[in-house]
């Protein structure tokens, strides 16, 4: 998700990001991995913090750039969350005026392996 113009003291706090993370997981059914890691990075026009949580289900990041008060989300999971769930909670927390969301459903075909890749 690309979010424009959100609220600015609420992408510059790693207060409000890490419960942000921790209410995400909670209202998607997800299982957090450890804590949430979050650090100022990045330098000139692309600073701010980045967030990344583990969950069991893979991980949930985003980089909050403080110039232009926009953030860039990612929810990757192999189990099935509603993306529209994570829209609203990310409107509620961030208040952008804009967001951009692509959602690509990720899935491994299950052919069987043929034989001189199972040796691999």
């Not at 953030?71 to 099935?80: E, I, N, Q, T, Y």
């Amino acid at each position: 998700m690309n979010l424009s113009r959100c609220a600015p003291l609420r992408i510059r706090c790693p207060h409000n990001i890490k419960q942000f993370s921790d209410s995400l997981v909670k209202r998607i059914d997800m299982v957090p991995y450890g804590k949430p890691q979050i650090v100022m990075f990045g330098s000139g026009n692309k600073k701010g913090y980045t967030l990344v949580q583990l969950i069991e289900t893979s991980n949930i990041t985003g980089h909050f750039v403080e110039e232009n008060n926009s953030a860039f989300l990612d929810v990757f999971s192999c189990k099935p969350f509603d993306p529209k769930e994570v829209e609203k909670h990310i409107y509620d927390w961030f208040h952008p005026v804009h967001i951009e969301t692509h959602f690509l459903k990720r899935a491994a075909l299950n052919a069987p392996v043929p034989l001189n890749e199972q040796l691999r």
